[in-house]
């Protein structure tokens, strides 16, 4: 398959790798927003969340739990920002699920997570919840 992850996954293209186990890669970032920046990725190619069955994607979040004590005791970030992003609409540019470790210190002028606070409607709002949780009470 034609994808890059999948691609450092079997070593056709090399990375500087952080922790590999039987279902996940963490690998540094090639743009790193920060120092320390990293991605882990399941082994098995799954474009998003839609796609990753739960147990790979709840291996990816376990060493993903792992790495963030890992990168505070190296690095001592002030704060770290896990990101996952999930279709182009949502800015992924890399089709293969990967979550974000972005190391924060206060000061370092990254804008993630910098949004306007404008109060919602509340019957919208109330309105998509039990929706929701309705879907969720069917689902299986
Ligand atoms: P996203 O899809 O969440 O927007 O981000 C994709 C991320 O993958 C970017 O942060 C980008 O720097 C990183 N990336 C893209 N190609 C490569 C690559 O070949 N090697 C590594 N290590 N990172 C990459
Ligand atoms: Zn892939």
């Known amino acids: 398959m034609d994808c890059i992850f999948c691609k450092i996954v079997s070593n056709e293209i090399p990375s500087v790798k952080a922790y590999e186990d039987d279902r996940v890669l963490a ?56 990101m996952q992003l999930n279709g182009r609409a949502a800015n992924q540019v890399v089709p293969h699920l990967h979550v974000h470790i972005v190391p924060r210190w206060s000061g370092d002028g990254l804008t993630i997570s910098q949004w306007e606070m404008v109060a919602g409607n509340m019957e919208k709002i109330k309105a998509v919840a039990e929706k929701i949780q309705s879907e969720m009470g069917n689902a299986e």
């Open 27 to 82: 690998f540094m970032d090639i743009n790193p927003l920060n120092e320390g920046h990293l991605l882990i990725v399941p082994k098995a190619h799954a474009a998003t969340i839609y796609e990753i069955t739960e147990a790979d994607f709840l291996a990816v979040m376990s060493v993903t739990h792992k790495l963030a004590a890992a990168v505070k005791k190296v690095l001592n970030p002030e704060g770290i920002n896990l």
